[in-house]
């Protein structure tokens, strides 16, 4: 077993979590045998990727083909809203559409995508693609004014100022920016050996993190990885209410992310279990006041202490909770996962107002 270790990673950092589980998320997906995701012991504890064969030219290239796959003109991420524009026609938030005849045409088109995947057995672009939701035409509120962000994951934080959009203007410059590299340049970025912002220009404000971690440059590689960690965390849709986002704690735009930090090596179907379980949100949410930020006003207190064993029974030494803030605009406000607050398993919740 090799272990590649993203050594400029952290715990307290959602971009960290996002980065390993789509780094793991890509090499399955490219045939590579016995993943595993593991955390390195100590106080400055790392994400591990874990498999027999993968060696630093293996990952580089895998990453690097991945995304060159993906910058293809044929690609799903490469498919236009409409003729002649940036807007992609797989972004799960986009502009207002207003007709009946605009609404068919985008399901006929999606739907046209999704079918193609499925006979080329793409699996972890479905995966990603469900993960991530689809413009919710069935959401209205009480005027009858349609709420089409509803059905979007709360993971996909991509600022919409001036029209923009999660694929069009995220993973599509990723996907070129990566798979303009060598393989040897992708594995030095995802092993903390250098960091290359082409996207950004390497500017100190740079927003590539897209809500995963304070602006600052951010190598591709590890943003590529980090955005296709979303197909780890299925969405619920709902017909009246905002889609709920596996992982997500508390109200549409605030709350809370959670994720588990573990001991062992963990296949990527166990860690899904562990992240999609009522335990872990369970746990997570205990100790929050109903009256805290981001939660919802009819919340009650939650009793953690039941999950507590079957997390702990199941490997999780803590449960990492990052607090989702909101800058700039009202029309266009920037989302982010803050510095994250560890919960260990074996200390008691405390409360927070």
């Known amino acids: 077993m090799t272990d590649f270790v993203l050594s400029h990673a952290d715990p307290y950092t959602m971009l960290s979590h996002m980065t390993l589980y789509g ?14 995701l593991s955390w390195t012991p100590g106080m400055n504890s790392r994400p591990v990727l874990s498999a027999p064969e993968a060696s630093l030219e293996a ?5 690097r ?19 002649g524009e940036q807007r992609a026609l797989m972004s799960p938030r986009i502009s207002v559409i ?46 009858g004014d349609r709420l089409q962000d509803d059905g979007a994951s709360r993971l996909e934080m991509q600022p919409r100022n001036q029209g923009s ?3 069009g203007n995220r993973l599509r410059p990723l996907a070129a920016a990566v798979a303009a590299r060598t393989a040897e340049e992708v594995a030095d970025g995802l092993a903390g050996r250098r960091v290359r912002d082409e996207i950004a220009k390497d500017k100190p404000d740079s927003r590539t993190p897209t809500g995963f971690a304070a602006p600052s440059p951010t190598d591709n590689a590890v943003a590529w ?3 296709w960690g979303i197909s780890q965390f299925p969405i619920a849709q709902r017909v009246n209410a905002t ?52 939660m919802p006003s009819e919340s009650k207190p939650v009793d953690g202490e039941p999950a507590r064993g079957w997390l702990a029974a199941r490997g999780v030494t ?25 919960i260990k398993i074996d200390k008691p919740l405390v409360a927070r107002r």
């Open 243 to 294: 889609a709920t986002t596996t992982g997500h704690l508390g109200r549409a735009t605030g709350g809370w992310f959670c994720v588990p930090v573990w001991t062992g090596r963990w296949r990527t179907a166990r860690h899904r279990t562990v992240l999609a379980s009522g335990q872990l949100a369970r746990f997570a949410a205990a100790g929050l006041s109903p009256k805290a930020p981001g």
């Open 23 to 36: 780094f793991a998320a890509i090499a399955e997906d490219a045939g590579l045998d016995d993943v595993r």
């Open 225 to 227: 990885c980090a955005l």
């Open 98 to 143: 207003t007709t009946g005849d605009g609404w068919r045409d985008l399901q006929h088109r999606r739907h046209q995508v999704l079918d193609q995947l499925t006979d080329a057995r793409a699996m972890l672009d479905l995966q990603l693609i469900a993960a991530l939701g689809e413009p919710a035409y069935w959401s209205r509120n009480g005027k």
């Open 318 to 342: 803590a449960v990492i909770r990052f607090p989702v803030q909101r800058f700039g605009s009202d029309s266009a406000p920037e989302r982010r996962a803050m510095r994250g607050e560890p």
């Open 165 to 167: 959009e999660f694929v």
């Open 65 to 83: 083909r991945h995304a060159a796959r993906h910058d293809d003109p044929d690609a799903w991420p490469s498919r236009q809203l409409r003729a």
């Open 59 to 63: 990952i580089g290239e895998i990453v």
